[in-house]
């Protein structure tokens, strides 16, 4: 039996994100033989260097690219064209279970007191609270905030490449697949340490060689805030924003399929041999 991700099959066994089934679960006769296995993305379709849906391509070893899909995304959605300003982005169903309470905080939060830019795309039962947000605030401007309540492969794979962040505040999330995407472009996550978002981004505060993005724990907006500022400053220092840029990029290569298929092969293999 196998789940989508390490983190997650460990808290359907220890926490509570298997509801009536944990005491199933953690039977030692079916715990050894319950596995999570981080999801996986195609890097070949997930790919800024040649997708072909963008403006301009770009790579680790060649990024200006990038800059010009930001510029080319705040035209068309009517956007302060600023390249300083960092541009957030939310690509998601917009149910709770995906943090909407924390979404519509990080609006006011980037908008109304960071002096940033955030764009949404996504569609669900609790979009509500997303809608009218620039008319009911004035502190908004006209020029800093786009939403969008539908699906689009082509708008999501610009707003991927021209996006400097990426905000990911599930409260529960088996594997997530979004945040993989961003780093694939060089969209730095924000994330909620649960489910496979723990397995995939880790804190460059707490590790700046190995960290690939920021983390918080807490559901409320306080613990978001802090990431969100941790960003915010370290988008300031722009070598080191650079930096982080390409090498996530450059490490983007593992959360491809071949990564997940060789470990369900060893998981198939070891059933055959037992």
Not at 64 to 81: D, N, P
Not at 84 to 95: E, N
Request: aromatic share 10%; glycine share 12%.
């Amino acid at each position: 039996m196998t789940t989508v991700s390490p983190n997650y099959c460990n808290e359907t066994l220890m926490g509570g994100a298997a509801g009536w089934l944990k005491s199933t679960l953690a039977r030692p006769d079916v715990a050894a033989k319950y596995f999570g296995v981080l999801n996986g993305i195609d890097t070949g379709s997930w790919d800024p260097a040649t997708d072909p849906t963008l403006p301009a391509n770009f790579s680790p070893e060649d990024p200006e690219g990038k800059a010009l899909c930001k510029k080319y995304l705040q035209m068309g959605l009517g956007l302060e064209v600023n390249p300083d300003k960092p541009l957030v982005a939310v690509i998601s169903r917009l149910v709770p279970q995906k943090g909407i309470h924390l979404i519509e905080h990080a609006a006011h939060t980037i908008v109304g007191e960071k002096g940033g830019q955030f764009v949404v795309l996504g569609s669900g039962h609790a979009e509500g609270g997303l809608r009218g947000l620039a008319n009911n605030n004035p502190n908004f401007g006209k020029n800093n905030y786009s939403a969008h309540f539908m699906y689009s492969e082509k708008l999501s794979r610009l707003i991927y490449a021209a996006a400097d962040m990426f905000l990911v505040p599930s409260m529960f999330e088996p594997c997530g697949l979004t945040q993989m995407i961003a780093l694939r472009y060089g969209c730095i996550p924000i994330v909620r340490k649960t489910g496979g978002l723990a397995d995939t981004v880790h804190d460059v505060m707490e590790d700046s060689r190995g960290g690939n993005g920021f983390v918080f724990d807490g559901i409320d907006g306080g613990s978001l805030d802090v990431s969100l500022t941790a960003a915010f400053d370290l988008y300031k220092e722009k070598k080191q924003w650079d930096s982080l840029r390409r090498r996530v990029m450059a490490e983007s290569g593992r959360w491809s399929w071949g990564e997940a298929s060789t470990e369900y092969l060893k998981i198939y293999r070891d059933c055959l041999a037992k």
